[in-house]
């Protein structure tokens, strides 16, 4: 069974940019799709970006022009850059494959 691992959340303040990293146990070659997601406290967990394995993506309009999302397979890592900050997007950011199985998060806390 696949697992997932995030990394490379932080405290950033606005403006500023991360990159996570959402590492998986074994091969997502053949993994037709995979996203990240992100949850504040006391709310619903929210999608933010889907990677495909033909190459295509798609964007939240909330984080579209802002956050890109990337996959590696010969890595077997999704990727997830996120530029010009804001403190909206602060949250735990997780990574899914639909119907499979989800990482176990990690914190962006965007602050100045």
């Known amino acids: 069974q696949v697992q997932l691992v995030e990394s490379g959340g932080g405290l950033v303040q606005p403006g500023g940019s991360l990159r996570l990293s959402c590492a998986a146990s074994g091969s997502i070659f053949s993994i037709y799709v995979m996203d990240w997601y992100r949850q504040v406290p006391g709310k619903q967990r929210e999608w933010v970006a889907r990677?495909?394995?033909?190459?295509?993506?798609g964007y939240a309009v909330s984080v579209k022009g802002r956050f890109t999302i990337s996959r590696d397979n010969a890595k077997n890592t999704l990727y997830l850059q996120m530029t010009n900050l804001k403190p909206e997007d602060t949250a735990v950011y997780y990574c899914?494959?639909?119907?499979?199985?989800w990482g176990q998060g990690t914190q962006v806390t965007v602050s100045s």
């Open positions: 899914n494959i639909p119907g499979y199985t």
């Open positions: 990677a495909r394995n033909d190459g295509n993506t």
